[in-house]
């Protein structure tokens, strides 16, 4: 299924008449994108998008959406993409599109350069930890004006967790969804087993450990 079938289908679900006969309200969804310099977020969005337009450097923190109507004269859902620039060098920014009003919708991807294996951990650590940072800083007022909200995205949390799973007490899964994307797999694929070997584990751990996909 492409991101578009998720959402058209999550959307449906909102959309079915509850018991009383009425129509659930259509959230709009919002995307941020962060990850390494040049490393390919931009392409991404537009290929999302479905846009023939050459891709452009991001500079600081840019903003686009994208709306597809489902069927004739249906609503068109909504999707908000931001995306961040320059690595890890603009940080202070990730407060801008995260917000109490968007949080319950909200899902992060995290786009990490595969060719720059020097620089995937920096990047990852510093770019997770500061979003994680604000998003519990937003749950954590959230608590106070809308404890329903913020008990309702930490249970979401949990749910995606199997609780079978023997590593169930030693995750701490991200406090919104997160899609971990290695770019230019390309250039990955030419470096040696012993360097992919390390890379691909180091990647699938940090998805294990937060709950995230991993692409």
Known sequence: DTLWDLAIAEVEKRENPDKDGKRL?????????????????????????EREEAPKPTLALEYTF???ARRHNAPKDIAHFWELGGGTSLLELIRIPISSHNIKSFAVVLVLDLSKPNELWTTMEKLLQVTRN????????LEKTNPEVSAEIKQR????????HPDYELVDPFPVPLV????KYDIFHEFDSEMRKIISKSLR????YYGASLV
């Open 205 to 208: 751990f940090v998805s294990h």
């Open 157 to 164: 949390m949990q749910n995606n967790l199997q609780r079978d």
């Open 180 to 183: 971990i994307i290695g770019s």
């Open 66 to 68: 994208g709306r597809r």
């Open 25 to 49: 309200e259509v959230w709009e969804k919002s995307v941020l994108f962060m990850g390494s310099k040049n490393g390919g977020k931009t392409t991404i969005i537009v290929r999302c998008l």
């Open 134 to 141: 604000h998003v519990n800083k937003i749950l954590t007022k």
